[in-house]
């Protein structure tokens, strides 16, 4: 298993449709994070979560609504996304949210909005 | 001014050649400093991580950091066509949150 999985790879989705973004870590990390990598700009942290319960949300839309049901999984809702939100959505996770603690990354899931 | 500077490239090099990737910073809280590696369709990979000052081998990875010149550098040696990808900067200091930079796309032709 690799470190931090996240499913699906490819989404598209119209406006008003309503899906769901799932990332698994298999690296025994307690600090989850959802970004938004767009072209040509710096990743975008969207949320974090350290042992279940969110200490940011970095301003974000309510049309993402995450959820993380326990240290190792992380899901982003996503609903009437607009066609600005397409991106690499990436999920990471570090061992806690010290400063020290690296970030470790998923594939991501590429999101198109139709 | 931006945080974390970095050069979009793309930056393309003839294979066995040193590549010296850069960023530059604003921050002097700044204390923890990364290199990610990103393959085209895949995620970022921590390549190197160092604190504070000093440099970091890896095989033929050397990270360097300068805080006095809030600069720091990651070398790549003997380089391959496999190293084409994007490297990010990424640091840390008075949060744990990273900051990090737009990234340098890298091209090693053969």
């Known amino acids: 298993e690799t470190g931090v999985t996240q499913t699906p790879r490819h989404l598209v989705m119209g406006m008003t449709n309503k899906k769901s973004l799932k990332c698994e870590q298999h690296?025994?990390?307690?600090?989850m994070y959802w970004y938004k990598q767009s072209a040509k700009k710096p990743l975008e942290l969207m949320f974090v979560?350290?042992?279940?319960?969110?200490?940011e949300n970095n301003s974000v839309p309510s049309r993402f609504s995450p959820e993380c049901p326990n240290s190792s999984h992380l899901f982003l809702h996503l609903h009437t996304l607009q066609p600005e939100d397409s991106a690499l959505y990436l999920c990471?996770?570090?061992?806690?949210?010290?400063?020290?603690?690296?970030?470790?990354f998923g594939d991501g899931t590429r999101l198109s909005i139709l | 001014q931006k945080e974390v500077e970095q050069d979009p490239g793309p930056l393309s090099v003839p294979e066995g050649a040193i590549v010296s990737l850069n960023c530059t910073y604003s921050?002097?809280?700044?204390?923890?400093f990364m290199w990610y590696r990103q393959y085209s369709r895949k995620g970022p990979e921590l390549l190197m991580y160092?604190?504070?000052?000093g440099n970091k081998e890896d095989g033929r990875f050397t990270a360097q950091v300068d805080k006095s010149s809030k600069y720091i550098s990651l070398f790549i040696r003997d380089s391959q066509p496999s190293d084409s990808a994007t490297y990010l900067c990424?640091?840390?200091?008075?949060?744990?949150?990273?900051?990090f930079g737009r990234g340098t796309s890298l091209i090693v032709h053969p």
């Open positions: 160092t604190y504070s000052s």
């Open positions: 690296l025994g990390h307690n600090a």
């Open positions: 921050n002097s809280a700044f204390q923890y």
């Open positions: 990471a996770s570090s061992q806690d949210n010290s400063q020290s603690a690296p970030q470790h």
């Open positions: 979560y350290n042992f279940k319960e969110q200490t």
């Open positions: 990424a640091m840390k200091g008075g949060s744990y949150i990273p900051t």
